[in-house]
């Protein structure tokens, strides 16, 4: 059993249901942050997006993508490994990213991307985040991967009390909101962090959120 604390054991349903219904009012066009066209585009995309902006992210696959179809498997490894640094350098940890990404690119050779969350995660480079990202964004299913803003808002907010480990975000987030809500609370989530409930300088008196919002340092 997951060890929550009393606060989150104690949290009634009421409160839950005011935090969704005030962000899906707050964000009613979900739009997915990466740019892409097929899932693979979208897998090569949240690969590149780790320890670095989608706003980035989106700059760099419009150069490393076709511009007239969808990228393919064959079109990066046509780039060979040298090239493909060179273009998503801009990303951060180009070696690290470009090995994952080509180790990705040949599994899925003449394949498609699956779905399912085992096989995804067999992929080189491809982790649980990255993995339901794709699931939820491109497949439509029912999956809450946790990024630093979700990880933060969650935390300030008081849905969870899980330090700094995202894992047990996840997991806490799971254990007490039903599945049908994981995939848009987790687009609704990354986009309240990046609108008001930000890393510094948060936007508290202009937040929707502030009357249930738990946190001890939000402000006045």
Same mark, same amino acid.
């Not at 059993?1 to 604390?5: D, I």
């Given at each position: 059993?997951?060890?929550?604390?009393r606060?989150?054991?104690?949290?009634?349903?009421?409160?839950?249901?005011?935090?969704?219904?005030?962000? #899906?009012?707050?964000?009613?066009?979900?739009?997915?942050?990466?740019?892409?066209?097929?899932?693979?585009?979208?897998?090569?995309?949240?690969?590149?997006?780790?320890?670095?902006?989608?706003?980035r992210?989106?700059?760099?696959?419009?150069?490393?993508?076709?511009?007239?179809?969808?990228c393919?498997?064959?079109?990066?490894?046509?780039?060979?490994e040298n090239?493909l640094?060179k273009?998503?350098?801009p990303c951060?940890?180009?070696?690290?990213?470009s090995?994952?990404?080509i180790?990705?690119?040949?599994?899925?050779?003449?394949?498609?991307?699956?779905e399912n969350f085992?096989?995804?995660?067999k992929?080189?480079?491809?982790?649980?985040?990255?993995?339901?990202?794709?699931?939820?964004?491109?497949?439509?299913?029912?999956?809450?991967?946790?990024?630093?803003?979700?990880?933060?808002?969650?935390?300030?907010?008081?849905?969870?009390?899980?330090g700094?480990?995202?894992?047990?975000?996840?997991?806490?987030?799971?254990?007490f909101?039903?599945?049908?809500?994981w995939?848009?609370?987790?687009?609704?989530l990354?986009?309240?962090?990046?609108?008001t409930?930000?890393?510094?300088?948060? #936007?508290?008196?202009?937040?929707?959120?502030y009357?249930?919002?738990?946190?001890?340092?939000?402000?006045?």
């Open positions: 059993m997951l060890n929550l604390n606060a989150l054991l104690t949290m009634n349903k009421n409160k839950i249901l005011k935090i969704l219904s005030i962000l #899906k009012k707050e964000f009613p066009d979900l739009q997915v942050p990466l740019r892409h066209r097929n899932a693979f585009e979208l897998l090569i995309a949240v690969i590149l997006s780790a320890q670095c902006t989608d706003k992210v989106n700059q760099v696959t419009l150069k490393l993508f076709p511009q007239n179809r969808a393919t498997p064959k079109d990066i490894i046509s780039l060979g090239s640094k273009i998503i350098y951060g940890y180009y070696n690290t990213k090995k994952a990404i180790g990705t690119t040949r599994a899925l050779l003449g394949k498609e991307v699956p085992e096989d995804l995660i992929l080189p480079g491809v982790g649980p985040k990255t993995a339901q990202v794709v699931q939820a964004q491109w497949f439509g299913k029912d999956a809450f991967p946790v990024d630093t803003h979700i990880h933060r808002v969650c935390n300030r907010i008081g849905l969870v009390n899980s700094k480990n995202r894992r047990k975000t996840e997991k806490q987030i799971k254990t909101i039903p599945k049908k809500y995939s848009n609370l987790h687009l609704q990354i986009y309240h962090g990046r609108k409930c930000t890393a510094y300088k948060p #936007k508290c008196k202009n937040c929707p959120l009357d249930l919002c738990e946190w001890k340092d939000k402000k006045i």
